[in-house]
């Protein structure tokens, strides 16, 4: 049986999804978080295809912050993932929280990524 917090997230997370749709001009941006690193897509939800998706664990990110699970790695980890997506021709997005609550991590991450140039 899993966690109640962790099936709380994901039922708020399916409420959140009903409502917004990723397209190939403004895919839905998702963030997962873990307590050491932070995953983030960029989906196509009328094909259902991943369009561009990267972690804290990449080798570039790794180089810069040993240590991802604060919130000054995941401003650094907004810019750097902002860059990465207007060069994978990504400009606008919707940014799905996935149940988190817009706090932390995950705030500074979506800020961030409009400091970097993304629009959502």
Do not use: W
């Not at 978080?33 to 972690?55: H, P």
């Amino acid at each position: 049986m899993k966690n109640k917090r962790i099936l709380s997230r994901v039922k708020r997370h399916n409420r959140i999804k009903m409502r917004m749709r990723g397209t190939v001009e403004r895919p839905r941006l998702v963030i997962r978080r873990s307590l050491k690193n932070l995953f983030v897509e960029a989906i196509d939800d009328t094909r259902n295809k991943i369009l561009f998706g990267a972690s804290t664990l990449d080798l570039d990110f790794k180089k810069q912050f040993g240590c991802a699970g604060n919130v000054k790695a995941a401003a650094a980890f907004g810019v750097f993932y902002a860059a990465k997506a207007k060069a994978a021709g990504i400009k606008r997005i919707v940014f799905d929280r996935a149940g988190y609550l817009y706090h932390g991590r995950v705030k500074s991450f979506a800020e961030a990524l409009r400091k970097g140039g993304l629009e959502f």
